[in-house]
């Protein structure tokens, strides 16, 4: 038998040892696959990988074992080696994309107190990109050490790392800054997946943490696209940060002689009729009271931002109905009140001294407000010229 026909057979029978085994190996997964979902998601996600991974190891043995020698061994070889490695990378990233899907799968954030399950969330999410980012890098550096000139060439290289370095840093800051900012989010716990945030003056979402940008989905479903370096160096608000339950406000105006109990109760019935609130906070109270109304603010709590928007909306729905049906006097209005006399106009009416307490004047009515009126008005009644003298309170 010839040489050339050997190690045909060896590489042919080495593929196919590996076909088999793969194949019955990937049986039993999937058997075992019926009772567990992990089995089932390795059964799926690893079965090429570790096809092509095994059967060039095995192609490669034969080529080395039995293919004695012939012209191109050496590129033949070289080429195997490369496919090995890069298989293996490939088998690597597919082995842990698996382990953390069943991770994810384990800590789902479809339930109501979801806030650890969506910080186990952002940092598998983070940990999944730094792990293929690693992969790719450490496989391409595995495959070109591989080659002799390569090799050589790192040794020079070496020499010169710290100049290169400092110019990869200068050229690529803004990069490595998000990097390490997304980095540095996903572990300080800062923000997460699906926490409802304030930024930009836009009410969202946080939908997706990658190392170099945050998509904030808006409430309108815009989205807001940020670098990771935005959330490390400004501030925002995160609504979700410690708990999910929030607090808010809905204000109206009222006029003066509105009676505040009636509608303190008619608030208590419209939380206690809705299953927006959860029963937690419901206060009515008067916040201010100038400009000839009067300012109620409702404090209400709610689950989550999005129920708290809506049960704003329905409270103060709710109060300016039930004023218009009863307390329609209560609403805001303007008063004006005019003294006229007999031809229209409005007398002059000449202010006396005994018109009013010295307790009630601040520039007369006693020896401390003539002094002070003196000062500010001048002793003939004008105002005092630059330099005169200022009469002192006697």
């Not at 990937?26 to 092509?52: E, I």
């Not at 979801?114 to 980012?133: D, E, G, S």
């Not at 370095?165 to 997304?182: K, P």
């Not at 689950?303 to 704003?312: C, H, K």
Request: glycine residues 8%; neutral net charge.
């Amino acid at each position: 038998m010839s040489s050339v026909l050997t190690a045909v057979l060896a590489v042919t029978g080495a593929a196919v040892a590996a076909v088999l085994i793969v194949e019955a190996s990937h049986q039993v997964m999937v058997r075992l696959g019926r009772r567990s979902l992990l089995a089932a998601d390795l059964a799926k996600t690893m079965h090429r990988p570790f096809l092509v991974t095994l059967t060039l190891i095995a192609v490669q043995q034969a080529v080395r074992v039995w293919g004695g020698e012939f012209p191109g061994r050496g590129g033949v070889l070289h080429a195997l080696v490369i496919g090995c490695i890069a298989a293996f990378a490939w088998l690597v990233a597919a082995l842990l994309l698996v382990l953390e899907d069943a991770t994810l799968a384990r800590w789902s954030t479809d339930v109501p107190d979801n806030l650890r399950r969506r910080r186990i969330k952002t940092q598998v999410v983070m940990l999944r990109r730094v792990t293929v980012a690693t992969i790719v890098v450490l496989t391409a550096g595995v495959m070109l050490m591989t080659f002799p000139g390569i090799r050589a060439l790192g040794a020079s290289v070496l020499a010169s790392a710290g100049l290169v370095s400092v110019i990869a840093a200068l050229a690529a800051q803004s990069t490595l800054g998000n990097v390490f900012a997304g980095i540095q989010l996903a572990f300080s716990d800062a923000i997460r997946v699906d926490d409802v945030v304030v930024v930009e003056g836009e009410w969202g979402r946080i939908e997706e943490i990658t190392l170099t940008y945050i998509a904030v989905q808006i409430w309108d479903d815009r989205r807001l696209i940020l670098p990771t370096s935005y959330f490390t160096t400004k501030p925002f608000q995160n609504w979700t940060r410690s708990s999910s339950a929030v607090l808010g406000t809905a204000e109206i105006d009222v006029d003066w002689s509105t009676p505040i109990e009636p509608l303190r109760a008619e608030l208590r019935r419209v939380c206690e009729g809705s299953e927006l609130w959860d029963e937690r906070v419901c206060v009515l109270q008067v916040t201010e009271a100038t400009g000839g109304m009067v300012r109620l603010r409702a404090l209400v709590s709610a689950a989550d931002a999005g129920a708290l928007w809506d049960l704003r909306c329905l409270v103060r729905e709710r109060l300016v109905g039930w004023m218009w049906e009863n307390q329609r006097g209560g609403l805001p209005r303007m008063r004006t009140q005019l003294d006229e006399s007999d031809d229209g106009v409005a007398p002059l009416r000449q202010t006396r001294r005994s018109d009013a307490s010295a307790d009630a004047r601040v520039f007369s009515g006693g020896d401390d407000g003539e002094a002070r009126g003196a000062a500010f008005g001048g002793v003939d009644g004008h105002a005092p010229a630059p330099g005169d003298a200022v009469p002192a309170a006697r």
